[in-house]
């Protein structure tokens, strides 16, 4: 139980979505909390669990970014809350082993990837359908089927061309010599 094991590393968010997490501070906690348990004993994964614990969930009754306000998001914060509950409970079992410990572990921290993953995910799909450039007039977009940010970056782009044709009509036309 004192030997001390390397465990995998979590996933990060990608660098360039670091500023879309930057005020969520519970999910910023957990990820430097996760850094104690690249090299430990599982002693000492006993010791940091209810810790830990405590943390997870914060994340989970924390008030989200509107942006991961998500049922599958939540999913795996739950899931992950569920991992860590287990690990937590190992720490009453006066005979448990160590390879319990370190699998549980294991586990936990694959849960935290996957929230993190699932957080990279959902930025990069925003990224992607912020790029695209939709004229609905001539592909016939059924609209009342458009996720609620495409949506609105096709209102956007509709009003904008509106904006412009007004802006085209009122100014005055040069007459050309003959």
């Not at 998001?73 to 569920?82: E, P, Q, S």
């Not at 007039?137 to 509106?162: A, Q, R, V």
């Given at each position: 139980?004192?030997?001390?094991?390397?465990?995998s590393?979590?996933?990060?968010?990608?660098?360039?979505?670091?500023?879309?997490?930057k005020?969520?501070?519970?999910?910023?906690?957990?990820?430097?909390?996760?850094?104690?348990?690249?090299?430990?004993?599982?002693?000492?994964?006993?010791?940091?669990?209810?810790?830990?614990?405590?943390?997870?969930?914060?994340?989970?009754?924390?008030?989200?970014?509107?942006?991961?306000?998500?049922?599958?998001?939540?999913?795996?914060?739950?899931?992950?809350?569920?991992?860590?509950?287990?690990?937590?409970?190992?720490?009453a079992?006066?005979?448990?082993?160590?390879?319990?410990?370190?699998?549980?572990?294991?586990?936990?921290?694959?849960?935290?990837?996957?929230?993190?993953?699932?957080?990279?995910?959902?930025?990069?799909?925003?990224?992607?359908?912020?790029?695209?450039?939709?004229?609905?007039?001539?592909?016939?977009?059924?609209?009342?089927?458009?996720?609620?940010?495409?949506?609105?970056?096709?209102?956007?782009?509709?009003?904008?061309?509106?904006?412009?044709?007004?802006?085209?009509?009122?100014?005055?036309?040069?007459?050309?010599?003959?």
């Amino acid at each position: 139980m004192s030997l001390l094991q390397t465990h995998s590393a979590t996933e990060n968010i990608k660098p360039i979505f670091l500023k879309e997490v930057k005020d969520w501070n519970e999910l910023k906690a957990i990820d430097s909390f996760f850094v104690k348990f690249r090299e430990i004993s599982p002693n000492e994964i006993l010791s940091n669990a209810i810790e830990l614990k405590d943390l997870i969930k914060s994340l989970k009754d924390s008030v989200k970014p509107t942006i991961f306000d998500v049922r599958s998001l939540d999913a795996r914060i739950n899931i992950l809350y569920t991992e860590v509950l287990r690990m937590a409970d190992l720490t009453a079992i006066e005979a448990i082993q160590a390879t319990e410990v370190n699998m549980q572990l294991d586990k936990t921290i694959a849960a935290f990837s996957n929230v993190t993953i699932k957080i990279n995910t959902l930025l990069e799909k925003i990224s992607f359908e912020s790029e695209i450039d939709i004229d609905t007039e001539f592909i016939g977009l059924d609209s009342t089927k458009i996720d609620i940010i495409s949506k609105k970056t096709i209102d956007l782009n509709l009003k904008k061309e509106s904006i412009n044709k007004r802006n085209l009509k009122k100014s005055p036309r040069r007459r050309q010599g003959s």
